[in-house]
């Protein structure tokens, strides 16, 4: 069984300005406004289905490493067993990277692409999916090493013929997992 744990932001709209104040965040004009609620959500998968487990209202003020161990937290309480964690992209940082370490929580981290030449779009080069072990820097005086499987995808323009096909590039952290990266893409 794996759980996933997902950030999500939704629009929202309050009557009372001073609890629209305190809850939401800013961000980018999306459905007319800019200001959003965001909910964090642990589900389970198990053949091809998802069951919603745990929510968790994120408020401003809280780290990612609180939100996931609030989530674990309540999924534990139902009495499931974790075998492997699959993040979304607001989850990948050095601090829950080491939380995951610590904890010895399997995981796979959708990661970010980050810089113009080097960074992780440095790893985005070639023909193919592939594997490697680059090192990342965090907080100053902390770096680890961790398996990314970096996939080369295309776009769904063959399907629909709107769009010239073209290939885009996701990153994927595997905890201590040994996948390939054509069996990481699709969970």
Known sequence: MAC???GVATP???VCKTQAQGLGVRGHAKAGTTRFSRLAT???RRNHLRLTLALHFVLPGEDTVHVLDILLTRVKALGVEVNCLLLDKGFAGSAVRASLTRHRYPALLACTIRGRSGGTRALCQGRRSYRT????TGTPGQQFTAAVAVCRVFTTAKR???LKRRAAWLLFLLSPLALS???ARPL
């Open 4 to 6: 996933s744990i997902a």
């Open 12 to 14: 929202f709209r309050l």
């Open 42 to 44: 642990a589900y389970l």
């Open 133 to 136: 072990p680059p090192t990342f």
């Open 160 to 162: 629909t013929k709107r």
């Open 181 to 183: 990266p054509r069996s």
